[in-house]
């Protein structure tokens, strides 16, 4: 057995006996954790931190009136050429779908496409190219409503089965973004074909309210509603009754809020007088213009566990959003129901620590990792990723508690996270790495040989699993695939966690900064969120 391949069972065999709570396997379908990024955001591709996600989608490509053929705006052409290579730099395992827009003024293009044999089958070789073209994983289906009147759901079984005769490897993921509820205004979505031909439904559980419509505070976001039927737990309850599987439904997060004007600054609770939008042209704040305006007045949120929200007020303006609590006790209630995931809209509405993103899949204390999508092993930068590199110099030298240079190192304290065990062979193993001297953990009495190359390469992968940030430190998949495939490009390891000068580590917080721009000063009036289409 070839040294590399024992040290990752050495790996594995440690981390499959590590604690339960450090492990995430999804032994049915893989737990989707879904982000919009809307092409006109101006948010840079190479700044998301795609870690955090197992599929990303791009939104969005337009119906051609005419042809009906997939239509891509010029202005978003240079960003649909180079998404998903950009996006998998960072993370090799995510997957990029191409959202279509067929939601209000694109709505009649779509049911006049559906409804045309000859339109139907454009529409459907045309978005099977570009998704080959440009290199994504799927499509996505966004902003169909309920219509009785159109033949959508034989478009969906034409759909379907153009995806899976297309030979082209791997098989396109098909999607569709939904209606909170399967039905609206005694029209219903055909829910069988749905069922049958795509892969899950996200819906846009979100919307509910808004200050542009509604002369009272509402609770956009709903999770619950004791008083309405516009709430998230109601439209999935009668998703279920429709017979739609859990396993096929992702629920809707979203990262803007919405500001009112009250009538009566006193009376500032849900359902309270409000007489129209506040702060920006139609009341959308995003997450990151939030979280300055709360800085900027110095006020303290309340979390209303009865509807799941967030909300305070500032004067006369009553501004309702999605913060950490309720962001976690959705994605709670996700699971507990069964669902496949959740699907965010949108992601660059995040602040600069990506803090929602982290609270919804569960690592808002950064000390975990879940960049494989079938089975992610959490790596914190010690125990665990100390063992890691511990086993790499066990498997190379035959010599358990010993470096090359002969310094023994307290193997027996790393479970308690000793700063000292750790430190001493981090620091070795990173020294030797970083001047080329990797070849001198090699035990020449060792049978099967170790080119000083790989010997290089299972030592930088030990590295790469304790760096000191989260978003940096491998998963299983990947460090499986690293070992085994000597083709794939590694990317060179910064210094350790908890080693010596790890606060002057070249880039230690990457691209996080508190504030985002130089500038902090806050300008709310031009700010439009919701004009991104969802509400």
């Avoid at 976001?221 to 429709?242: H, M, Q």
């Avoid at 030797?432 to 009495?445: C, G, I, L, V």
Wanted: proline share 6%.
């Amino acid at each position: 057995m070839s040294p590399e391949i024992f040290f990752f069972l050495v790996i594995s065999h440690l981390c499959c006996t590590f604690s339960s709570s450090s492990i995430t396997s999804t032994s049915k379908a893989t737990w989707v954790q879904s982000g919009f990024w809307h092409a006109s955001s101006q948010f840079p591709v190479p700044d998301i931190s795609s870690s955090l996600y197992t599929h990303l989608v791009f939104a969005f490509a337009c119906i051609n009136s005419s042809t009906y053929e997939l239509y891509i705006p010029p202005s978003d052409q240079p960003y649909i050429s180079t998404f998903t290579e950009t996006i998998r730099r960072k993370n090799p395992y995510v997957k990029t779908l191409l959202s279509i827009w067929a939601g209000k003024e694109e709505a009649p293009h779509f049911f006049s496409m559906a409804n045309q044999s000859s339109s139907r089958k454009s529409f459907i070789n045309s978005s099977i190219q570009a998704a080959r073209k440009y290199g994504f994983h799927g499509l996505d289906l966004y902003g169909v409503l309920p219509n009785t009147e159109s033949n959508i759901g034989l478009f969906m079984d034409e759909w379907r089965a153009s995806v899976d005769s297309d030979s082209r490897a791997p098989r396109l993921i098909l999607t569709m973004g939904a209606h909170y509820s399967p039905e609206l205004d005694s029209m219903t979505y055909p829910v069988d074909s749905m069922v049958r031909h795509f892969d899950w439904i996200h819906l846009r559980s979100y919307g509910y309210y808004l200050p542009k419509r509604d002369n009272f505070t509402g609770p956009h976001s709903a999770l619950y509603d004791p008083l309405s039927k516009l709430n998230t737990d109601y439209g999935i309850r009668e998703w279920f009754r429709k017979g739609f599987p859990p396993e096929k439904l992702t629920i809707g997060l979203l990262f803007h809020g919405y500001a009112w004007t009250l009538v009566n600054p006193q009376d500032n609770t849900v359902g309270s007088p409000a007489k129209g939008l506040a702060i920006t042209r139609d009341g959308s704040m995003n997450y990151k213009d939030i979280k300055k305006y709360m800085n900027v007045y110095n006020v303290t949120p309340v979390y209303n566990s009865t509807y799941v929200v967030n909300h305070f007020t500032v004067k006369s303006s009553w501004i309702c959003y999605d913060d950490v609590e309720a962001i976690k006790t959705k994605v709670s209630y996700a699971k507990k129901k069964g669902l496949r995931g959740y699907t965010i809209f949108q992601v660059p509405y995040d602040d600069a620590n990506w803090l929602l993103s982290r609270a919804a899949q569960g690592t808002e204390d950064g000390q975990h990792n879940m960049k494989g999508s079938e089975l992610a092993i959490l790596l914190p930068a010690c125990t665990l990723g100390a063992f890691l590199l511990c086993a790499a110099i066990c498997c190379v030298t035959g010599k358990p508690g010993e470096l090359p240079n002969g310094q023994e190192i307290a193997v027996k304290r790393l479970s308690q996270c000793s700063v000292q065990g750790v430190e001493e062979f981090q620091n070795e193993a990173y020294e030797m790495w970083k001047t080329d001297r990797s070849e001198e953990f090699t035990d020449p009495s060792l049978d099967d040989a170790m080119s000083p190359c790989k010997m290089k390469r299972c030592l930088q992968v030990a590295l790469l699993c304790v760096q000191e940030r989260w978003e940096d430190r491998l998963s299983m998949l990947e460090v499986y695939s690293m070992l085994s495939n000597d083709s794939l490009t590694l990317p060179a390891p910064k210094m350790p966690a908890f080693a010596r000068q790890a606060g002057h580590d070249e880039g230690a917080y990457g691209d996080f900064s508190p504030c985002g721009e130089e500038d902090c000063s806050v300008t709310f009036a031009t700010t439009s969120t919701s004009e991104l289409i969802p509400r």
